[in-house]
Nanobody, 126 residues
Framework: QVQLVESGGGLVQAGGSLRLSCAASGRTSSRAALGWFRQAPGKDRHFVAAVKWTGSSTVYADSVKGRFTISRDNAKNTVYLQMNSLKPEDTAVYYC???????????????????WGQGTQVTVSS
């Protein structure tokens, strides 16, 4: 079992920044990939960014490239999502997820991730 706890969400004005954190515990694997997904009201959950615990492989959704940065602190078992130049359309519940058996690159599909956090709300006002 892997436990994931997100934090750092909140209300911010358009153009502002937030940093989300995801603390992982339990049977984490050095091979695992950690991803961020988001879900707006009435919409499906969508991929945002992902990183593997080891190596430098990262993947981003086109909608956040150049604005969001995913990073990890292996010593703290924590993955971060730095979000800059936020837009109202970034408003959603953000979820952290773990894929314990990823391919070479982190996956972007919801079904690849076995473990999920409870989510943290991000609201961007215009």
């Amino acid at each position: 079992q892997v436990q994931l706890v997100e934090s750092g969400g909140g209300l911010v004005q358009a153009g502002g920044s937030l940093r989300l954190s995801c603390a992982a515990s339990g049977r984490t694997s050095s091979r695992a990939a950690l991803g961020w997904f988001r879900q707006a009201p009435g919409k499906d959950r969508h991929f945002v960014a992902a990183v593997k615990w080891t190596g430098s492989s990262t993947v981003y959704a086109d909608s956040v490239k150049g604005r969001f940065t995913i990073s990890r602190d292996n010593a703290k078992n924590t993955v971060y999502l730095q979000m800059n130049s936020l837009k109202p359309e970034d408003t959603a519940v953000y979820y952290c997820a773990a894929d314990t058996d990823p391919r070479v690159s982190p996956g972007t599909i919801v079904s690849l991730y076995e473990y999920w956090g409870q989510g943290t709300q991000v609201t961007v006002s215009s």
